[in-house]
């Protein structure tokens, strides 16, 4: 196992990464540490409402991209999808909102109607987020390359479908995860990072 980075260090490196290797797979080990770290993302009431597809055989990313992409798709596209399709680990993220529903009706809290309503923003998303940035984390930790990405409305039903999951379940995001290769920086990133100065407000904004 490799030595563990300072955090600080884990944040300045943390990027998206659109290029793997496909020859090197991820190992077992590091595999679970990846997955074992984010469950240890927070979750309203602890009610822990997610679930992770876990794609390492050839034949299931092979599956997971066929679905999740159009045969047609542009140039620009193509040389996206050429660099993401060689990750050997991809993670699809999931939320549960019926868990949170059902928890936050039992009697230690009290909103027994189920309403989502109650709920200012979807915690279930959120949270199932923070687990997902765990996971990037931890990849930078593991010297890997890891990059969370969405999947298009559309083809939500057939990943459903091929995959069997389970009603209630909601695809917020796929980590894909590998050894890095070079690749292009996205264009985005020309826009440069906004500055403490432009977003931290003290005291009243």
Known sequence: ML??????????????????????????????????????????????????????????????????????????????????????????????????????????????DRAESHWPVPYWDIDTGMAALLMLQTAVDEELGACFFGVPPEHIPGLRTVFGVPDGFAPIGVVSIGYRMPDQKSPSLRRGRRGADEVVHHGRW
């Open 3 to 112: 030595a563990a980075m300072e955090f600080t260090e884990v944040v300045r490196r943390r990027r998206m990464v659109r290029a793997y290797d496909p020859t090197r797979p991820v190992p077992p080990e590091v595999r679970d540490r990846i997955l074992g770290n984010a469950l240890h993302a927070p979750s309203a009431g602890f009610s822990q409402g997610w679930g992770f597809l876990v794609l390492e055989a050839a034949g299931d990313r092979e599956l997971f991209w066929s679905v999740t992409t159009e045969a047609d798709e542009a140039e620009e596209a193509d040389s996206w999808l050429s660099g993401m399709s060689a990750a050997p680990l991809l993670i699809v993220c999931f939320s549960h909102k019926d868990a949170y529903l059902d928890r936050y009706a039992e009697p230690d809290k009290g909103w027994a």
